[in-house]
């Protein structure tokens, strides 16, 4: 099950969590997989010009080449629960190395549900970094099926916060008594509800006062 979740959150961990995600995929993998060896991972990255107007033999960013940036990567290659992953070992080179890169541009996970990898990593920050797990419930929502439950716990709590934060204590501007109002994009009242009502009434009247 372990292996499952990592599999799945590898492909698409979230942004906010990602450091502590391939920290996480780290120590799973170093004390339960199995390490089957190195590969070196060559990389390529396109000119694309100033501001991405396209590049020529004349381009000030690559000279012409045509690739702004290259370098290589040495990766550990793990096995665990009939997956394989590979984790960076931090050795990184500009300069080509002597023996053939096994591994030829960035690695392509094979396509799965956005939802499901957002789940799975969620339950891997709560069991092994519950700060990002609570942190990652503060300040965002995911949208997911009802059968995800920390998905839908997410976007629980992302809902009552959106909630409070409409909420304001204020005292009211005619009689002084403090007052909870709900805020939205058109109008805030700094009356209390009485004092509103009470202003409305008057307004009905004598149409002298404008009811705000």
Not at 44 to 56: A, I, S, T
Not at 88 to 105: D, N, V
Request: glycine share 8%; hydrophobic share 40%; charged share 25%.
């Amino acid at each position: 099950m372990l292996a499952w979740l990592l599999w799945q959150a590898n492909a698409d961990p979230p942004i906010l969590g990602k450091g502590e995600f391939y920290a996480i995929k780290g120590r799973v993998l170093r004390r339960y997989g199995a390490h089957l060896g190195d590969d070196l991972q060559h990389i390529q990255k396109k000119c694309w010009g100033y501001g991405f107007e396209g590049c020529d033999d004349d381009c000030g960013k690559c000279g012409g080449t045509g690739i702004f940036d290259e370098f290589w990567v040495l990766l550990q290659r793990w096995r665990m629960g009939g997956y394989t992953f590979h984790v960076p070992t931090g050795q990184r080179s500009r300069m080509p190395p002597l023996a053939r890169p096994t591994i030829e541009g960035y690695i392509r996970h094979v396509e799965r549900d956005h939802a499901l990898a957002h789940e799975a990593a969620l339950w891997l920050f709560l069991l092994y970094a519950p700060k990002t797990f609570w942190r990652l419930l503060r300040v965002g929502r995911h949208s997911s099926p009802w059968w995800l439950p920390l998905s839908r716990i997410q976007a629980a709590v992302f809902e009552v916060r959106m909630f409070i934060g409409r909420l304001k204590i204020t005292r009211c501007r005619d009689c002084g008594r403090w007052t909870v109002r709900w805020i939205n994009a058109c109008v805030f009242s700094l009356q209390c509800r009485a004092c509103e009502h009470a202003q409305r009434r008057r307004w009905a009247e004598d149409h002298t006062e404008p009811p705000f």
